[in-house]
């Protein structure tokens, strides 16, 4: 599947407070006192996975370090740490409470691992989960790890930050496209062996191919008790216009694994005015979400937008506005966030 620059029911009748004034645009002031970080007296369950992705305005893909829009490698801990906790506190207003986020090895071998740290201790300060993911390079972009002794250091660095803190989760790869569905599994099993101080409910194995069949990983034993990371895309299949065609789908490609299933990347265009809250009227695009937030909201799957914040995204929810530390975000579309609260219940 080549990449894009995107990736590319009811309204519920009262929202909250808050989000009504996010949609005008509500600022999110740096100086606000991030909560304190909560813990489990066991795993939360899948359904307990309300997110977003904040990617680099890059897709990601980069063989420098990867930076979430709005970040900067120049920036010191403490000025990403103030602009991150401006940002998830504009997640927060969304209704998210999770929030995935990427890493490689240039990211956190090199210098800029000990200022991104700061856009992990503040999601986490502030209550949220924090799924951190590993993409490729852009000149490879294979579906492979680039390089296996940086990809190995990068993960040991990682996991000895954050394997005690439980509300960080490790997503080995994105979409590793380029393996069998064998290969990977066997990738999967061999990090989960590396990593074996990790639990493995804070594990989140994707799904074969472009992450998009979790069945396989699922079945396997050597990867029990781990969480499973489901994409979909409606640009997959744009002359699908009906709900209950999404939804075929989309159940297919989790068979009986729903209780281990977090779709932490779908979405579609927020820029264009579509209202996703209407009627399909031959809309791929609103039969697709409409029915990701309906078998999200049925079979109690975690989910996690693509994405929350991303500059120059089309499907991006929000828009970034602001400078320096005091920062806030703009919602894009109305009825898209209806309908993640309706995915997760709110």
Known sequence: MPRQNHR??????????????????????????????????????????????WADPRDNYADDAVVPSGLST??????????????????AELGANTVRLPVNPTSVNGPFWKSYRGAIDAATAKGFKVILGYWEADDAKDGKIDDQDSWDRMWTRITSAYARNPKVYFEPMNEPFGYTSQEWRDVAANWLTAHRSVPRDRILVGGVKYSEDVKPVCADSRLKGTRLALHNYGFWHTDWTTVDQWKQDFKERIGDCASRTVLDEFGATMTSGLDYNGPVDGSSEVAYIQAATDTVRELGLG???WPGLRNGDTYSLTTLQGTGTRLSLKLNNQSGLDRLHWAWKK
Do not use: E
Not at 15 to 44: N, R, Y
Not at 74 to 91: C, H, L, V
């Open 74 to 91: 120049s920036d010191s801990y403490a000025t990403t740490y103030a602009k991150s906790r401006a940002i998830i506190g504009g997640f």
């Open 8 to 53: 590319g029911t009811a309204c519920l009748g009262a929202l909250l407070a808050g989000v009504t004034a996010f949609g005008g645009g509500l600022a999110v002031p740096a100086s606000a006192a991030p909560a304190a970080a909560a813990t489990h007296a066991s795993p939360p369950p899948v359904s307990d996975f309300r997110g977003v992705n």
């Open 303 to 305: 989910s996690v937008y």
